[in-house]
């Protein structure tokens, strides 16, 4: 199997750079080819170093989804922090994202007058994005009352920079560009009623790991977080190959028995998210057809054809969600060997828990 680190106790997370490095280059190159700012979503790899790689790639700046991990990414020199979340504002809240803006170009999304007129009251220098629901049905007002939310978040004062809505319905197999297309049209009425209401607002955000590909119509960035590392869900999703995946945990096999083998890499190492179209709990980079059927807090049974690995024989594990993976690391052990880290064995999670 690809080289571990044998002093190394496992599990833990390990990064192959050069991979990762191909997949940030890739996704720059592709944005930039269509006109398109890059904002990626940091909440995947948590990493000052990681979020650094992507600015010097050419992303203009980073977003986040918590006060925490805006605080981390502004003190590491981000050029700009977009907190693409509904956030709720609090005293406690105002004063952290104060010390934020000065560091920092701020947005905050918004999708009530009721959230736009709370974060009036604390008087934070950033700009305010409006969210749209574009099919995902989760956070976001409706397309056709943007332009009203904006103009009311214009009259309390606060400075509307555009709008935004994640294509998150771009999570299931074959919805990438179907996706992208309700995107499209969300954001298409999304202005058009901005507009309507006289504001002028040029930032128009969108864009999931899945649907970045298929990204167009009046989009002037996109904020993939999950394009950094892959992960299996992108595996089954068709968004790229096991030559693409940068990320995977290395696990101890500690049990074989009859047909299977049992893993030391349970949901406390993996992640519990297991959609209902996934295959299984989880991928093995170097044996494409087994997969992680059964996943415990510190056991993951796995089912293969062929020999079945030694016991205490290390194997990569491919998370069904990188996100949910990190969360719950505190480094990452490097592999890969590319340009520039060697001497450099270890990064941390710097926003590791920041949720």
């Not at 979503?41 to 650094?52: D, L, P, Q």
């Amino acid at each position: 199997m690809s080289a571990v680190n044998p002093d190394q106790d496992a599990p833990y997370l390990r990064l192959d750079t050069a991979v990762m490095e191909a997949n940030i280059r890739a996704m720059a190159s592709s944005a930039q080819t269509r006109g398109l700012g890059l904002w990626p979503h940091a909440k995947t790899h948590k990493s000052a170093k990681i979020g650094r790689l992507q600015l010097a790639a050419g992303a203009e700046g980073l977003t986040v989804a918590t006060v925490g991990e805006a605080e981390v990414f502004a003190a590491a020199g981000a050029p700009g922090i977009f907190i693409a979340y509904p956030l709720w504002m609090t005293t406690a809240r105002a004063k952290r994202l104060r010390t934020v803006a000065r560091q920092t170009l701020l947005r905050i999304g918004v999708d009530s007058p009721a959230a736009a007129e709370q974060l009036a009251r604390f008087d934070i220098p950033a700009e305010v994005m409006i969210e749209v629901d574009s099919g995902h049905h989760r956070s976001g007002c409706q397309p056709g009352n943007a332009g009203e939310l904006a103009a009311h978040t214009g009259r309390v004062g606060l400075k509307v920079a555009g709008v935004f809505t994640f294509p998150g319905h771009s999570y299931a197999p074959g919805n990438g560009r179907a996706a992208a297309d309700d995107e499209g049209r969300a954001v298409t009425e999304a202005v058009a009623g901005l507009e309507s209401a006289g504001v002028t607002a040029p930032v128009v955000s969108g864009g999931s790991s899945p649907s970045a590909a298929y990204s167009r119509n009046m989009l002037t960035d996109i904020r993939p977080g999950v394009y950094v590392f892959n992960d299996a869900q992108q595996l089954e999703l068709g968004t790229c190959s096991m030559e693409d995946i940068a990320l995977t945990v290395v696990a101890t096999v500690v049990s074989k028995p009859a047909g299977r083998v049992v893993l030391d890499s349970g949901t406390k190492t993996l992640g519990a998210d297991r959609p209902v179209w996934a295959t299984g709990h989880g991928r093995l980079l170097e044996h494409p057809s087994a997969r992680i059927t059964a996943a415990s807090e510190h056991h993951a049974t796995v089912q293969m054809p062929g020999p079945l690995p030694d016991l205490g024989s290390r194997v990569l594990v491919v998370p069904n969600h990188a996100c949910n993976a990190v969360n719950l690391h505190e480094e990452y052990v490097l592999a890969g060997g590319a340009a520039g880290f060697a001497g450099s064995s270890r990064w941390a999670v710097d926003a590791r828990g920041m949720n």
